[in-house]
């Protein structure tokens, strides 16, 4: 199991982006203690959602926002509610909290 990150990497409704050992490149949020991962690709062109570096998030903090149209997502489940690609998804990444404060990503 291939440790992504510590928990205190990511605080409380902020996100960080990071390089999977197959190159892919993922984003992990925190909301409310638990720890979400996606794929950092919008469903609407397939290009990363973020124009700064680990803004991932709307301005309160509170959804996930892609930066080039402005497409809405949930973090609890990935699914765009607003925007080009509503009633889509973004790619979950399965992860895993281990009691040594890592996040693991689950193969
Ligand atoms: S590319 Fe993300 S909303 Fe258009």
Redesign the pocket.
């Known amino acids: 199991m291939f440790k992504i990150c510590d928990t205190t990497d990511v605080p409380e409704r902020e996100a960080r982006s990071f390089e999977t050992p197959d190159g892919d490149t993922i984003f992990i949020t925190q909301r409310d203690g638990r720890f979400f991962a996606y794929q950092n690709l919008?469903?609407?062109?397939q290009?990363e959602?973020e124009f700064l570096e680990n803004q991932f998030l709307d301005r309160d903090q509170e959804y996930i926002e892609?930066s080039?149209?402005?497409?809405l997502f949930f973090v609890e489940t990935g699914e765009c509610f607003s925007?080009?690609?509503q009633g889509q998804s973004l790619e979950k990444v399965d992860i895993e909290v281990h009691s040594d404060g890592g996040i693991y990503l689950i193969d």
């Open positions: 919008c469903p609407h062109l290009v959602l892609c080039t149209h402005g497409a925007g080009p690609c």
